[in-house]
């Protein structure tokens, strides 16, 4: 795979890190999408065009958070960050301030 980048050999790596890395790949991948969308859009003079490419950051948007779900349901530790800071009101940061203790 082209966007594919491995920093340990393959064969050291178990079975659950490797499908964590596909997903994180896979999301880092979307919102890049989304991002070069949007840029395209923002530059576009086409009306039409224009519509098409928001369209398409959108797909790419529901994508990369199907990915996230995936994540989420797979690695707790993931669920736990998610389920702390996804939601929330107030402060983003004040809420690590809380879990840690830390003010």
Do not use: C
């Not at 050291?12 to 999408?33: G, P």
């Not at 993931?78 to 702390?84: I, P």
Request: hydrophobic letters at 35%.
């Amino acid at each position: 795979m082209s966007s594919e980048v491995l920093h340990v050999a393959r064969e050291k790596l178990s079975r659950r890190t490797l499908e964590m890395h596909y997903a994180i790949t896979s999301l880092m991948e979307e919102f890049e999408a989304v991002d070069w969308y949007r840029q395209r859009a923002d530059d576009t003079e086409d009306p039409e065009l224009k519509k098409i490419l928001l369209h398409n950051a959108r797909e790419e948007l529901e994508h990369a958070a199907m990915v996230l779900e995936w994540m989420r349901r797979n690695d707790a530790e993931v669920a736990e960050q998610l389920k702390d800071y996804l939601f929330t009101e107030g402060s983003i940061t004040g809420r690590e301030e809380e879990a840690t203790g830390k003010k």
